[in-house]
Nanobody
Framework: QVQLVESGGGLVQAGASLRLSCAASGRTTSRGLMGWFRQAPGKDREFVAAISWSGGSTFYADSVKERFTISRNNAKNTVYLQMNSLKPEDTAVYYC?????????????????WGQGTQVTVSS
């Protein structure tokens, strides 16, 4: 079993930065793949970024490339999402997700565990 708790969301103006954190507990073998997803009102949950256990593999949605960076500190059992140059369209609830390594980390079905989410609101 893995528990995930997100933090770091908030209300910011366009162009600002935020860093989300995801504190994980439980079996490390179940955290080979960690990802961030987001869901805006009335929309489906969408992939944002993902990272392998070693951090050697990272991948991003096209909409956040060059602006967002995912990283992890396994000694602290924490995954981060650094978000720069935020836009109003980044407004959503952001969810941390985890599970054993699987090939297609862009799919929500590739993850076994989910956090409760943290709200990010970007005003124009």
């Amino acid at each position: 079993q893995v528990q995930l708790v997100e933090s770091g969301g908030g209300l910011v103006q366009a162009g600002a930065s935020l860093r989300l954190s995801c504190a994980a507990s439980g079996r490390t073998t179940s955290r080979g793949l960690m990802g961030w997803f987001r869901q805006a009102p009335g929309k489906d949950r969408e992939f944002v970024a993902a990272i392998s256990w070693s951090g050697g593999s990272t991948f991003y949605a096209d909409s956040v490339k060059e602006r967002f960076t995912i990283s992890r500190n396994n000694a602290k059992n924490t995954v981060y999402l650094q978000m720069n140059s935020l836009k109003p369209e980044d407004t959503a609830v952001y969810y941390c997700a985890g599970g054993p390594w699987r090939e297609n980390g862009r799919l929500p079905t590739s993850y076994d565990y989910w956090g409760q989410g943290t709200q990010v609101t970007v005003s124009s």
